[in-house]
């Protein structure tokens, strides 16, 4: 299947400082990507739709401002948890989809993972 | 609204078979989707129902009924490694997918 990288896999900030996450899908291009965010024994949440060249959709409760999306090319989106809090500490994970793949509306592919931790 | 119920845990024991249940309310349905995710891993798709009926891969299989707008995934031969979360999944059309609970599966010996 395709795959999607993350990077960092970890990162530990202190409060009022900001985070990138690097989201890259690796062997496709992909127009759309995704982020969610996922608290320990919790489900997914999505919070944006990041979306090439344009500006990313955010769901209802996700502070666009602080929640800073940029997907400058067809492989690599960035989430940057701006002026972080220990209540932004959470596992945030990408994905995507392969639009040259049959079926490509039904199946995301994941990365990894960033697991933050502000202090 | 929109969600998806699913129960919260099954137990299980090596080798035997089960299911994992899902309801759901979405408002625009394209299909369903089922992911299997570890502690501290990603998750990892497994299967998607786009019609009714059963989709097989594997030790793993997968049924909508969308008059019922319920779905399951059925584990067989389980294995202590299938011990993990396993979420199902609503497309709702815009590629934009909403996520159940999850179901912690408890493989014992």
């Known amino acids: 299947g395709a795959v999607v990288s993350q990077h960092p896999s970890w990162v530990i900030c202190k409060s009022g400082t900001s985070v990138k996450i690097e989201c890259r899908s690796l062997d496709f291009q992909a127009t759309t990507m995704f982020w969610y965010r996922q608290f320990p024994k919790q489900s997914l949440m999505l919070m944006a739709t990041s979306n090439e060249g344009s500006k990313a959709t955010y769901e209802q409760g996700v502070e666009k401002d602080k929640f800073l999306i940029n997907h400058a090319s067809l492989t690599l989106s960035t989430l940057t948890v701006t002026s972080a809090h220990p209540e932004d500490s959470s596992f945030y994970i990408c994905?995507?989809?392969?639009?040259?793949?049959?079926?490509?509306?039904?199946?995301?592919?994941f990365g990894p993972g960033t697991r933050l931790t502000v202090l | 609204g929109q969600s998806l119920e699913q129960p919260s845990e099954v137990t299980a024991v090596e080798g035997a078979i089960v299911q994992i249940n899902c309801t759901y309310q979405t408002s625009g349905f394209y299909g369903l989707s089922w992911y299997q995710q570890h502690d501290g891993g990603a998750p990892t798709f497994l299967s998607y129902?786009?019609?009714?009926g059963l989709e097989e891969t594997g030790r793993f299989s997968s049924f909508l009924s969308r008059s019922d707008s319920y779905g399951y995934l059925l584990l067989q031969e389980l294995q202590m490694k299938d011990s993990a979360s396993y979420f199902c999944?609503?497309?709702?059309?815009?590629?934009?997918?909403?996520f159940g609970a999850g179901t912690r599966l408890f493989v014992k010996a």
């Open positions: 129902n786009a019609l009714d």
């Open positions: 999944a609503s497309n709702t059309g815009g590629f934009k997918t909403i």
């Open positions: 994905s995507a989809r392969d639009p040259g793949l049959a079926g490509a509306a039904d199946t995301q592919y």
